[in-house]
């Protein structure tokens, strides 16, 4: 059925259908419930009560003191999983080896012959760990630690032996962490402790080798010296340019009495002293010129004065330009020398600083290791000092008490849960098969999906007390034969001027009971004082012939084939009923109904009788009902209840309309009244009234 056209008084008719249904999974799944109920073993739950605390005072050199909050889901849920492991759960069996409630339950499996010792511990230990139960109480720091059993003491004892278990496992942990890291921790000093020594006497060698009291005062020293020479340099350079171009002036000079043009050679005080005695001479030799004349001895000595001291003059002169020059000279010098000493003093200091950072480079690696060997030191003295603080503080809040009732099974619980699931089963179910359920079901649901009239509905008959096909003769006043009334019915008022006089009745595949539908609906028709006549067209697998008694040496496949006449007729088991049987099967029943003969015999025919029903192969199957019903007013095409599925009758349909065939409707055969309300009481009440009238007949 299509869910989504349902409403809620479809739903409540497919809850009354289905209902047998329902009550059956129900009883199943009560009768299961109610079954595993009872043969479930009883479980005992015990619980104690653990506060589980983190401590945070531990070691900084511990993980647990690596940044967790006050809460740490984390580490609780650490805990959680540690109270469900396997160690703990072998040290609850170590705890409980020579109990006698424990070895009542498990004292086989510690001594079995099967295993090692340990092997048998291990396998108990698995078993207890299986029970083990971790409740964390919400927005609290308790823990409820259960364990389920089937003895009500052994829960109690294996549950308090738990919490034992686990506080031990904590100082064993603490106590193996401790001692591994403190092991660490001197080998590791014991190593840092050698690396330390090594780099003081690399150093140490460094030091000596490289004369670094030396090396001290020369840094101390070395960069005022840079200073002082870099300042000297800068003055000797001036004064070497001063000089050198003091030089340059008087070097290129022509003539000694030129070079008194230089002011550094007029202002030397012997070259001036001589200029001064040459303007004195001069003068006294133009007073003897004059007073004595050219020749004179006087004039002659006075001239010789003063080339004597012209050439005095010249050679001062010639003195003091070399004085210059040697000047120069000694400048000059004297910067070579002091930009030579800037080098050496600049390569003298580049190898102190290669040194001093070679020295760094060492005294820098002493200085690491020996911090790294104090901090383990100091490390070592605090876990020596914090050896027995743990990690987390477990205090013991209540203990286990044995349980007075099990936990499981909870018989009324279960009851009720398996009540619920097998009505919700139930009813889920019923859906499911009404949704998988794509079959005809009633006459409603079939023309919403088919588009097609219904023309009656056929009931279903259990036991019938006559032959099917011929319900209609002998029950007069039966509900079987009040439909197919109503189908007759439906029939001849399908048309106000002319009803169908040639119909053909078929269905979608074998099975469906279109021979059994033809038969009687004959029958019907025949009773309403209409001449009718049946002809058995299936000419693969004929049912006519054999349901109302009648020989089949010949009939419509051999009229077709020629070998007969019209001379087929047969009379029928009730008064203006005629019948053509099928005939012998031919090899080519598609060929001879595709014939011009069939047309001719029902032209013939047609005027003879008022009424003509062809019983055909099924649509799907074959196409001879194909064929028939272009020749034919109307085809009624018969499907079974809970049988025929709508996608078959639909291809059906659609091949009957793809040749524009004339399709009257549809004919639901053997519809079961009981499994709905409506028709029930419909099907009831004409029951009542055929027995009423046997009553009257009887009486």
Not at 196 to 219: C, H, P, W
Not at 312 to 318: A, L, N, S, V
């Amino acid at each position: 059925m299509d869910i989504k056209e349902l409403h809620l008084t479809d739903y409540i008719k497919i809850l009354k259908k289905r209902r047998r249904f329902i009550f059956t999974v129900f009883i199943i799944v009560s009768v299961i419930g109610l079954v595993a109920t009872l043969a479930t073993t009883q479980i005992y739950r015990a619980t104690v009560s653990i506060l589980i605390e983190k401590n945070e005072r531990g070691s900084s050199l511990s993980p647990s003191n690596s940044g967790y909050a006050s809460y740490d889901p984390d580490f609780y849920e650490t805990q959680y999983q540690l109270i469900k492991s396997t160690a703990v759960a072998r040290k609850v069996v170590d705890l409980l080896a020579n109990d006698p409630t424990f070895n009542k339950y498990y004292g086989a499996s510690l001594k079995s012959e099967a295993g090692t010792k340990e092997a048998n511990y291990d396998n108990v230990a698995k078993g207890i760990r299986g029970g083990i139960i971790v409740t964390p109480l919400k927005n609290t720091k308790i823990v409820d630690v259960s364990y389920m059993s089937e003895s009500a003491e052994l829960a109690e004892i294996v549950t308090n032996n738990i919490a034992k278990a686990y506080i031990e496992m904590l100082l064993d942990l603490s106590m193996s962490s401790t001692q591994y890291t403190l092991q660490w921790m001197s080998k590791k000093a014991e190593e840092e402790k050698e690396k330390l020594e090594k780099s003081e006497r690399t150093l140490q060698q460094y030091m000596k080798g490289q004369n670094f009291v030396a090396i001290e005062d020369k840094v101390a020293v070395v960069p005022q010296k840079l200073s002082e020479i870099n300042s000297q340099l800068i003055k000797a350079e001036a004064k070497r340019k001063e000089a050198e171009s003091l030089y340059n002036k008087v070097r290129d000079i022509p003539s000694p009495a030129a070079a008194e043009s230089v002011s550094a050679v007029a202002s030397d005080m012997t070259v001036q002293s001589l200029r001064q005695q040459i303007l004195k001479a001069e003068q006294h030799g133009m007073e003897l010129s004059q007073k004595y004349g050219a020749r004179h001895p006087a004039m002659q000595r006075a001239n010789e004065d003063i080339k004597g001291l012209k050439a005095k003059r010249d050679q001062e002169i010639k003195r003091v330009i070399q004085t210059i020059k040697n000047e120069y000279d000694i400048a000059r010098s004297t910067e070579g020398s002091l930009r030579s000493l800037l080098s050496a003093t600049n390569a003298e200091v580049l190898n102190v600083n290669d040194k001093l950072i070679e020295y760094k480079v060492l005294n820098r690696d002493v200085e690491t290791n020996r911090q790294l060997y104090d901090s383990l030191i100091k490390k070592i003295k605090e876990q020596s000092v914090i050896e027995q603080v743990r990690s987390a503080n477990v205090l013991l809040v209540e203990k286990a008490e044995k349980p007075t009732s099990p936990v499981s099974p909870r018989p009324v619980r279960n009851l009720l849960i398996t009540l619920i699931l097998g009505l919700a089963g139930g009813i889920g179910m019923a859906f499911f098969v009404e949704y998988l359920d794509q079959t005809i079901k009633n006459p409603e649901e079939a023309e919403a999906k088919l588009g097609l009239s219904v023309l009656g509905m056929i009931p279903l008959i259990d036991t019938p007390e006559y032959p099917i096909e011929k319900l209609v003769e002998k029950e007069p006043l039966s509900p079987f034969t009040e439909n197919y009334k109503a189908i007759r019915t439906a029939l001849l008022l399908s048309a106000a001027d002319q009803p169908p006089k040639r119909l053909l009745v078929t269905s979608a595949q074998p099975g469906e009971g279109k021979t059994v539908t033809a038969i009687n609906l004959a029958t019907a028709i025949a009773q309403s004082e209409y001449k009718v006549l049946l002809i058995d067209a299936d000419l693969r697998k004929p049912r006519v012939y054999k349901a109302l008694g009648l020989h089949n040496t010949k009939g419509l496949s051999t009229y077709l084939a020629g070998a007969s006449d019209m001379n087929i007729i047969q009379p029928g088991h009730v008064s203006n009923l005629s019948v053509i049987p099928s005939g012998p099967v031919p090899p080519n029943p598609s060929e001879l109904l595709s014939s011009n003969r069939l047309n001719f015999m029902i032209r013939a025919l047609s005027e003879e009788y008022d009424i003509i029903i062809f019983d055909s192969a099924p649509l799907l199957s074959v196409t001879d009902a194909l064929i028939l019903s272009k020749a034919l007013d109307g085809t009624i095409i018969v499907a079974k209840a809970g049988k025929t599925g709508y996608d078959e009758v639909k291809r059906a349909i659609k091949g009957l309309r793809d040749l524009n065939s004339n399709i009257l409707g549809v004919v639901i055969n053997a519809f079961d009244t009981k499994k709905n309300e409506y028709y029930y009481k419909y099907y009831n009440y004409y029951s009542d009234e055929k027995k009423s009238h046997s009553g009257n007949k009887k009486a």
